[in-house]
């Protein structure tokens, strides 16, 4: 049996009488970067949110690395040291520094020592080229700078899963490529990754499957070049048709 990094099934999700996800099935394997997309209010976030807990599931069963994240017994904590998330606004905490801000949860956390969180801070701040700002002050960045520090600090944790949610769409256009250029990295250097994104040139280039939701549920996925060039479904092509 293939083992999934992320195996969603008949994941529903609602929000009072607001019946969001109606029955996800999502697999993602070791290594694998999917893009999800579909139209706004289709629940992309909501998705990325039931995966680490932000959002309580209603029913369905989510299980990462094998353990079963809907199960009240599985240490969410521990599930969640796991997986690193990356948000559309960048949520760094203005009155620490870069270096602060990723030194942060790894210490808190007792993962590591603040020589050994300080080192690796300094590293991932080179990989996101970003090494001259470890002092600076998050107010002092580009969004883009921001957007970059916020990656480092999921990494931080050595997460094996990475979620994305819209990390370009508060960006000015020309800080946009800096970001996209950090994810292709992370992508080639084997990261698990799930990004929601209007980026369909980086859809293109790094995905190895597009997900297509609407309406509360998974209406297509495929081969980056399968679900573009010939999209099978109505709604894929109605919602491509207007992106690209
Ligand atoms: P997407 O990310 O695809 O735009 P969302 O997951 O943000 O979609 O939203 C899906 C639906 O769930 C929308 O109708 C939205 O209003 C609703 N929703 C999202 N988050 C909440 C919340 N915390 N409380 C109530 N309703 C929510
Ligand atoms: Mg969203």
Request: charged residues 30%; aromatic residues 6%.
């Amino acid at each position: 049996m293939t083992e999934y990094k992320v195996d969603v099934t008949d994941l529903q999700k609602s929000y009072g009488s607001n019946h969001v996800l109606k029955g996800i099935d999502f697999k993602v394997a070791n290594n694998e970067v999917v893009v999800l997309i579909g139209p706004s209010g289709s629940g992309k976030s909501t998705l990325l949110r039931c995966l680490n807990k932000l959002e309580e599931p209603t029913s369905g069963s989510i299980v990462i690395d094998g353990n079963d994240i809907a199960d009240k017994k599985t240490n969410i904590d521990k599930a969640r040291e796991n997986i690193g998330m990356v948000f559309q606004h960048f949520n760094l905490f203005n009155n620490l520094t870069v270096g602060e801000n990723i030194m942060l949860a790894p210490v808190e956390l007792g993962k590591a020592s603040k020589e050994e969180a300080r080192a690796k801070a300094e590293e991932l701040l080179e990989t996101v080229g970003l090494s001259d700002k470890f002092d600076a002050k998050p107010s002092s960045l580009s969004g883009g700078q921001k957007q970059r520090v916020a990656i480092a600090r999921a990494l931080a944790m050595n997460p094996d899963v990475m979620l994305f949610d819209e990390p370009t769409s508060a960006l000015d256009p020309e800080m946009v490529g800096d970001v996209l250029e950090v994810m292709k990295d992370l992508a080639k250097n084997g990261m698990t990754m799930i990004v929601v994104t209007h980026e369909m040139g980086f859809a293109k280039e790094v995905a190895d499957r597009v997900v297509f939701m609407a309406d509360g549920y998974v209406v297509e996925e495929g081969r980056p070049e399968d679900v573009f060039e010939a999209p099978k479904n109505e709604r894929t092509k109605a919602f491509l048709d207007k992106v690209i």
